[in-house]
């Protein structure tokens, strides 16, 4: 049930309205749940069976863990929470990827072995509710959070359908107060609620889906074929779609829970105006680079115990962090990729007489960063390490026989132009704030010409959002 489909928005209007009529905050509550396991019952019904034992085992732990007297019946029992999270999504998303390995090992040493298929689907999700769910269990070991939690606050956390996914990942400690008091919209948070969702679409389907992908889709197929011009506007398109498809989902989910009365962090913060890598992991999947850092980064060591260890550990969170989005050595590459990035960073900005950069020169670095971050995307974007090689060999060979359309090359260019002036412009700002500093008609008029865009680009291809993959 796609943010972006009909399916999605009948959904969305019948239980609205039911929730705002209901009066008594348990009901709602229940509702809500339903409605989320309705809404995740969708896409396949017998994963709902997953994520209710996953639920139910973390809750029941986080009980347990809470009540223990001993530091090592506690980390027995996070373990077994982290044993059955990591394992469950080590199942289900990376079984084919280390049977293939295996199988390639085996090779090298000239044994033939063929595994069997297991033929499993990937749960929508997992990877964004394995993790929320872990917050709450670890948080718990660390004293940090509350056990008393209901069951029925507790799957609601973990299943709430705006969120549920593709994130943000909103953390226990963050959504749980928040089910446990009454919620009552105002009409500002439903107005500005409904407005980030039509926003979110916009992004989704006029931005990405219908300007940025085809470009992307087609370069990326045979980069080898058109000319070196069109090749960089296609690795260029990339950047911009998958901003506009991730950025317009957490549009969608943040505007959706607002409707509700629930806050969402933010989880982009316009990643393409970064000086510098840390700086773009501070506004990239914000609550992705978050947990990476707070769970595993920090616990790690940090950077408490020396440079060799710090790089060690921006390494290995960095290599997990692109291992998270799926099960292939691409991913891996693209992370490790950046861990190099914020690696050298760090010891360029730690050298004896460095001085902060001036206006200008942070200009100039917003601008290699960007680029560096848009090169970086190949491997993200491309299927093998054959695919990478021929886009960058079409980054700077003449290409042959193929050329883009002009008007489809002058809508690229004009979106990717008006997004890198737009994010520079407004990188210290939020949308919120842009959006209440303009006039009320000139609001109308936005809304207006998106739902207009919106109705223009639909009926095409409709694609699923990137990260609801991962």
């Not at 609550?287 to 260890?309: F, M, Q």
Request: net charge positive; charged share 15%.
């Amino acid at each position: 049930m796609l943010f972006n489909s009909l399916t999605f928005l009948v959904f969305f209007a019948v239980v609205l309205p039911v929730f705002l009529l209901m009066k008594d905050w348990k009901w709602q509550k229940y509702f809500l749940l339903a409605a989320s396991y309705v809404f995740y019952a969708a896409w396949h019904p017998p994963y709902t069976i997953i994520l209710f034992a996953s639920t139910l085992l973390d809750w029941y732990l986080a009980r347990r863990i809470a009540g223990a007297v001993s530091l090592s019946r506690r980390k027995v029992l996070l373990l077994i929470s982290l044993t059955a999270n990591l394992g469950l999504l080590a199942t289900f998303k990376y079984a084919d990827f280390l049977m293939a390995g295996f199988r390639e090992v085996a090779q090298l040493a000239n044994v033939h072995y063929l595994p069997p298929d297991p033929g499993l689907l990937l749960p929508v999700g997992i990877s964004f509710y394995t993790f929320a769910s872990l917050s709450y269990t670890i948080d718990v070991y660390r004293r940090e959070i509350r056990s008393d939690t209901s069951f029925t606050d507790y799957a609601l956390f973990v299943s709430f359908f705006p969120h549920l996914v593709a994130g943000p990942i909103v953390r226990a400690s963050y959504l749980l107060p928040q089910i446990a008091t009454p919620r009552r919209p105002t009409q500002d948070q439903i107005t500005w609620g409904l407005v980030l969702l039509i926003l979110g679409i916009f992004c989704k389907a006029v931005l990405a889906d219908s300007i940025l992908a085809p470009t992307v889709d087609a370069i990326y197929a045979a980069p080898e074929s058109y000319p070196l011009r069109d090749v960089w506007l296609g690795v260029l398109a990339f950047s911009g779609q998958i901003f506009y498809d991730f950025s317009g989902y957490s549009l969608c989910a943040i505007g959706i829970a607002l409707c509700f009365g629930f806050s969402f962090p933010d989880n982009f913060h316009f990643p393409y105006a970064a000086a510098g890598f840390t700086d773009f992991w501070r506004r990239w999947h914000i609550s992705l680079s978050t947990w990476l850092r707070d769970y595993l980064y920090v616990p790690l060591g940090g950077n408490r115990h020396g440079s060799a260890k710090t790089y060690r550990n921006l390494m290995l969170t960095m290599l997990i962090g692109g291992l998270w989005h799926g099960a292939s050595w691409m991913f891996v590459i693209w992370g490790a990729l950046h861990g190099i990035y914020l690696a050298i960073e760090r010891w360029w900005q730690r050298r004896p007489g460095t001085r902060p950069a001036s206006g200008r020169v942070s200009s100039l670095y917003v601008l290699f960063t960007f680029l560096v971050v848009t090169l970086t995307w190949i491997p993200f974007r491309a299927s093998s390490m054959a695919s990478v090689a021929e886009v960058f060999q079409g980054l700077f060979g003449p290409g042959a026989g193929l050329t883009l359309d002009a008007m489809t090359r002058l809508l690229c260019v004009l979106v990717m132009v008006l997004t890198l002036v737009g994010q520079f412009k407004l990188r210290s700002s939020s949308l919120e704030q842009f959006f209440a500093t303009l006039r009320f008609p000139v609001q109308v008029l936005m809304v207006a010409l998106a739902l207009i865009a919106i109705f223009l680009c639909s009926g095409g291809d409709e694609r699923a959002f990137i990260y609801f993959q991962f």
